[in-house]
């Protein structure tokens, strides 16, 4: 399984229990845009394999995101 195809599933499992959280994935990152859950879909996603790197908070504007140590866009 390529690292899309991982970063996609792994996405899946974590967020089918929050239904009503939207997210999407780009060509190599996840990008959460809400993220309402008490300890944090991220926090989820980064302990199921994806990097924080390759994770963008959405719900944070651009001059944000580069001090919350996950990625830009």
Same mark, same amino acid.
């Given at each position: 399984?390529?690292?899309?195809?991982?970063?996609?599933?792994? &996405?899946? =499992?974590?967020? +089918?229990? #929050?239904?009503?959280?939207?997210?999407?994935?780009?060509?190599?990152?996840?990008?959460?845009? $809400?993220? &309402?859950? =008490?300890?944090? +879909?991220? #926090?989820?996603?980064?302990?199921?394999?994806?990097?924080?790197?390759?994770?963008?908070?959405? $719900?944070?504007?651009?001059?944000?995101?580069?001090?919350?140590?996950?990625?830009?866009?």
């Amino acid at each position: 399984m390529d690292t899309l195809d991982n970063y996609r599933h792994i &996405s899946k =499992e974590v967020l +089918v229990p #929050y239904t009503q959280i939207p997210y999407s994935h780009a060509a190599s990152e996840c990008k959460a845009v $809400f993220d &309402s859950a =008490e300890d944090g +879909v991220t #926090y989820e996603l980064v302990a199921a394999g994806i990097p924080k790197e390759k994770i963008v908070l959405g $719900f944070h504007p651009p001059n944000v995101r580069q001090h919350t140590g996950y990625a830009v866009a």
